[in-house]
């Protein structure tokens, strides 16, 4: 079962700028999130600091216990080994082959066999459609093999918190569909918290729980993904449409005069959310995210509580 | 095994003084690492063995060419001089301690950080900047027990195996050119050799020639492992190696020569 991350007051800037500041919220054990946001609004550093490997000023990170900003480096280094980070580019390895990649966590952390090696690591390349390419070098395959080839890395511990940092870029739109497939099927499997770093609108509406969006150095929301698709604030509605028309411009966040000005939003029809591929059983995750939306139904905005209670017919379980 | 004697000084990176002086401590505190995450376990052996005879391998060549006729040189200035002060019968014992004490510690140095230094800082830095420092510690290793530790070990042995080849190379070229070239006698060039030298001079030069390895090894690291952003960062993080390599190896260099001069008496004195 995954766990849980407390996220509370972060703050993060580069020199004078300022990338994000008080940017608090809990990630649920064991459900998938998203976090949305323009380019450039710091959320690769979001991710960085959720691992320690990037330190924010103010702020806290708590896993287990650990605070991973501002913990010793010992408690940080074992709290790492609860996650998997895909990174945006695979970040694998250069000297070494895609199968040596992807064992090198189980050869540093485990004491398998090499026979128990070679099955997990070829069932983790099967998973991400990476048969027949043990013996190829990063440098050989495109860009979006390489990141397949890291997310397969990134699982082959069945980590407990799987972070992915812009899993879509560099893939077409079927391989990104089939790649979401993939993470919920990982999730259902493996019971993990996810959080998934993107500026794709397919993934957002269909992959995750919970939704959240980094915009002007703040976190606008945070919640369950009906809050944010049913959002009437121009930057989230402008961003789920893809429209010109809207604050956010394309160098800049455009001034507040330019802001007053922009029109009206439209409504973001929800689709349903992704489904375990058939054969996997019931994804725990789903129903905590019920339960506990069910219990804090009445916080919600109205809009965010009739899409959630439109899908009431239907509730989340997952017989396919 | 201690930290590099000598203070970088404003070379050691940024303009302004408060820069300098965090990059210097942040060299010191790698440096600390890399001495303390030596003796944990597991130690990289197979890195360590092919990091060696990587360095090993291209720096003999090199080396040997080097120190040939850097001996000659010794060899021939200081026995020219000697002729001028009639004592020529020394220049035996004066040029081989100048190979074995000074010459052949610096050549070691400004070949494993000239040759191995830059190769290892280019590694250490392309490997940066496609994230995966970033991505071993997300696996909870350390770059530094994994890549710098066997790095800079290999930098030492192979600074000391070096230093023993240029001390006998070096020696050989001396005494052909001085024997040979100057018609100095060979008799005189053995016996004022054995009545100047002494075993703490050969050992000196050893020393020296460990930590210079090991700075060599550390400064590489560093700029490696904090490349300025982009591919023009790296080329640039290794060039800052080498110039803040010699710097250091100059002033170290300097510092345990009189140290050394101070505390070993000299034969006969």
Not at chain 1, 167 to 194: E, H, I, K, W, Y
Request: include cysteine; aromatic fraction near 6%.
């Amino acid at each position: 079962m995954g766990i849980d991350i407390h996220v509370a007051g972060l703050t993060k800037s580069f020199g004078p700028q300022v990338i994000w500041q008080d940017v608090s919220l809990t990630l649920p054990a064991g459900e998938i999130s998203v976090m949305l946001g323009p380019s450039g609004t710091g959320k690769t550093v979001f991710l960085k600091s959720l691992l320690g490997l990037i330190k924010p000023e103010q702020g806290r990170v708590l896993v287990e216990g650990t605070d991973m900003v501002a913990g010793s480096d010992r408690k940080v280094f074992r709290a790492r080994r609860k996650f998997g980070l895909m990174f945006q580019d695979g970040a694998l390895f250069g000297s070494m082959n895609l199968f040596d990649n992807i064992a090198f966590p189980l050869r540093q952390h485990t004491r398998a066999t090499e026979a128990e090696i070679r099955r997990k690591v070829l069932e983790r390349m099967a998973m991400v459609g990476l048969d027949g390419e043990e013996a190829k070098l990063p440098g050989q395959i495109s860009g979006g093999m390489r990141k397949r080839a890291g997310l397969a890395r990134a699982l082959v511990l069945d980590p407990q918190i799987i972070l992915c940092d812009e899993p879509d870029s560099g893939l077409d739109p079927v391989r990104t569909a089939l790649l979401s497939q993939v993470l919920l099927d990982v999730n259902t499997v493996t019971d993990c918290t996810m959080l998934i770093v993107t500026h794709n609108i397919e993934i957002a509406a269909t992959l995750p729980d919970n939704i959240g969006m980094l915009y002007r150095r703040d976190l606008v929301a945070f919640g369950p993904r009906e809050l944010l698709l049913t959002s009437d604030q121009p930057a989230v509605a402008q961003f789920l449409h893809g429209s010109t028309l809207g604050p956010i411009g394309m160098a800049e966040e455009k001034d507040d005069a330019e802001l007053a000005r922009t029109p009206g939003t439209r409504t973001f029809d929800i689709p349903d959310q992704l489904r375990p591929s058939p054969g996997l059983p019931d994804r725990q995750g789903a129903h905590r995210h019920h339960a506990r939306v069910m219990a804090e139904l009445h916080r919600l905005p109205a809009s965010a509580r009739n899409a959630i209670t439109a899908k009431l017919t239907d509730p989340p379980s997952q017989t396919s | 095994m201690t930290g590099p004697t000598a203070e970088p000084g404003p070379s050691a990176g940024g303009v302004s003084g408060a820069g300098a002086v965090r990059q210097t401590g942040r060299l010191f505190q790698l440096a600390a690492t890399t001495v303390t995450m030596a003796f944990r376990r597991p130690f990289q052996f197979r890195e360590f063995v092919s990091q060696f005879w990587f360095i090993a391998s291209v720096t003999i060549l090199p080396t040997a060419l080097v120190s040939i006729p850097f001996g000659a040189v010794i060899a021939l200035q200081v026995g020219s001089l000697a002729r001028q002060l009639g004592a020529e019968s020394f220049t035996g014992g004066a040029s081989v301690l100048t190979i074995v004490q000074q010459a052949s510690p610096m050549i070691v140095a400004l070949l494993v950080s000239g040759a191995a230094g830059s190769a290892i800082c280019a590694d250490l830095g392309a490997r940066t900047i496609r994230e995966e420092m970033d991505a071993m510690e997300v696996m909870g290793i350390s770059p530094i027990q994994r890549l710098v530790v066997p790095r800079v070990l290999a930098c030492m042995l192979a600074a000391v195996a070096l230093n023993g080849l240029v001390s006998c190379v070096g020696v050989g070229g001396g005494y052909f050119f001085n024997v040979v070239m100057q018609g100095g006698t060979p008799g005189a060039y053995l016996s004022s050799f054995s009545a100047l030298a002494q075993l703490p001079d050969l050992y000196v030069g050893e020393l020296k020639a460990v930590i210079f390895g090991f700075i060599a090894g550390v400064v590489a690291a560093y700029r490696g492992l904090n490349p300025p952003p982009g591919p023009k960062g790296v080329g640039d993080a290794v060039n800052q190696s080498v110039v803040i390599t010699f710097l250091l190896l100059f002033f170290t260099n300097l510092v345990m020569t009189a140290i050394y001069l101070q505390i070993v008496p000299m034969k006969g004195a």
